[in-house]
């Protein structure tokens, strides 16, 4: 069953924002696709099946960010 959440960042200002959060979320297992948006301030991933969120939350702070919520 795939799963396609839209996560809340803080901390995104610029395209370098958007590519290191993606490259940090693109190696979790399963994540299909990624699309940061720095001026919304969000990340919307495509996965093969429902992810951790705390995985997701550890690969965002590694990138520099702050996740903030999410939304289905």
Do not use: F, W
Request: hydrophobic share 40%; charged share 20%.
């Amino acid at each position: 069953m795939s799963s396609t959440i839209t996560y809340t960042v803080s901390g995104m200002s610029c395209g370098h924002c958007e590519k290191a959060i993606s490259e940090e979320i693109s190696a979790l297992t399963g994540v299909t696709e990624v699309a940061a948006d720095a001026q919304a301030g969000t990340v919307t991933v495509s996965s093969a099946a429902p992810l951790d969120e705390e995985q997701v939350r550890a690969a965002i702070d590694e990138a520099g960010y702050e996740l903030v919520g999410h939304s289905a």
